[in-house]
């Protein structure tokens, strides 16, 4: 072995064993922590500049560990995440800066395929329009995570990554703002995918996602185009479904041609066929049979590929509507009536498994698994199979699995 490969290995080692040590860092104090970070941040390549100015004044800060921390006490329904951020206000001003824009946009939908719309919406749901970023110096936030057990490893190489985007000179240290979880200017992109991602349009030589609009509008759009973006296809639309729909076919693992669903008695809003093409489409009913329906392309998969949240990309894929001119939806979600806490699904995914019918992780979330699970009771019932979970059904599923398990 060359002395080269030598020391880079030694050096690599280093960096592993100092990693591996943050995983343990309940058992070490913060400075101590902080300690190890200079010595892992310096074998990494990373400026010694950059790591005395930003791990020489850090600071713990004990509020990050309380939001990383709090869960929600009740389940968010489709009816409270939608209302919340889709309004007329946010249509407005999605509008106006659509028009504010234009130029700019679509010279990058030409570059990259992404439509307009589609990049003011993910602006209006990230920072409302560039209206708050957050308020946490990114390093100090990551710095606090790293040294924390929970999620040590990720955020270890997040705060490295943020250091990187300092070194390479595009954003000053005091301007580094956002989350508390360190996501970053317009669009909330995190260290890493800013490093993967960002680009600098405007020409300045820098990539700036906090100042420059060019920057951060066709850094969103790159992202959306490297994570499988088809150009000339829609995210999906709004349908209706006939009276004895099999609401089994729902989800978004069932992905048919707009032939099959047409047949299987779909059709828009107003009543028409679906148009047909050669893509294939899922359905999704967020609200259960009484609220919405939607048939959801490739490109709704590209939008979860940003945020995991099947909410977030329909109202994503609405506001973007919204905002082209297209009308609000034609059936509303119904209004929230039965509040759910996550014990409560905890319990529930418990029950399912009693009875047999596998309900994924008990973690409380109402995930897509679990309510696929809910759909497979209810057909077993004879309920419409929709996996929407109200008040009576809980109570339903509850008294079976305590009979099984008498």
């Not at 101590?32 to 990494?44: G, N, V, Y």
């Not at 390549?45 to 939001?67: A, C, F, M, W, Y």
């Not at 490893?153 to 990187?164: G, H, I, S, V, Y």
Request: aromatic share 8%.
């Amino acid at each position: 072995m060359t002395r080269k490969k030598f020391c880079l290995s030694v050096v690599v080692l280093v960096a592993e064993l100092i990693s591996l040590s943050f995983a343990y860092a309940d058992t070490v104090s913060f400075g101590e922590c902080i300690s190890r970070m200079k010595i892992l941040a310096r074998s990494e390549g990373i400026s010694d500049r950059t790591v005395n100015q930003v791990l020489d004044k850090v600071k713990h800060l004990p509020r990050v560990i309380e939001l990383d921390r709090r869960q929600p006490e009740f389940t968010q329904t489709f009816s409270g995440y939608f209302n919340t951020r889709i309004n007329d206000e946010r249509i407005k001003r999605g509008r106006a800066l659509l028009t504010q824009y234009r130029p700019l946009l679509e010279r990058i939908q030409l570059e990259t395929g992404i439509p307009a719309q589609y990049l003011v919406s993910f602006w209006g749901l990230e920072t409302n329009y560039g209206g708050y970023f957050g308020d946490w110096l990114v390093t100090d936030s990551l710095a606090t995570l790293a040294c924390d057990p929970r999620r040590s490893t990720f955020f270890t190489q997040e705060l490295l990554n943020a250091m990187r985007i300092l070194d390479a000179g595009d954003i000053a240290h005091e301007r580094m703002i956002g989350s508390w979880a360190g996501a970053m200017g317009h669009m909330q992109f995190m260290p890493s995918t800013f490093l993967s991602y960002a680009k600098d349009v405007d020409g300045d030589g820098r990539r700036d996602l906090w100042g420059s609009i060019p920057d951060a509008m066709g850094s969103a759009a790159n992202f959306l185009r490297q994570l499988g973006w088809t150009p000339g296809l829609d995210w999906g639309q709004e349908v209706r479904l006939p009276p004895s729909f099999d609401y089994g076919l729902a989800g978004r693992d069932q992905m048919l041609s707009l032939a099959t669903w047409a047949k299987l008695g779909v059709t828009t809003t107003s009543g028409s066929p679906v148009a047909s093409t050669e893509q294939k489409f899922a359905l999704l009913v967020p609200s259960g049979h009484q609220g919405p329906a939607f048939l959801v392309s490739k490109n709704f998969h590209v939008i979860m590929r940003w945020n995991r949240s099947e909410f977030y990309a329909l109202s994503v894929g609405h506001l973007a509507d919204r905002i082209a001119g297209a009308a609000a939806l034609h059936r509303i979600p119904p209004s929230d009536t039965d509040k759910i806490s996550r014990e409560q699904v905890r319990q529930l995914q418990l029950d399912l498994l009693a009875l047999g019918i596998d309900s994924g992780e008990v973690d409380g979330i109402l995930g897509s698994t679990t309510r696929k699970a809910i759909s497979r009771f209810q057909q077993k019932t004879q309920r419409i199979a929709d996996g929407h979970l109200d008040i009576a059904l809980l109570t339903a599923i509850r008294q079976a699995a305590s009979v099984v398990s008498r």
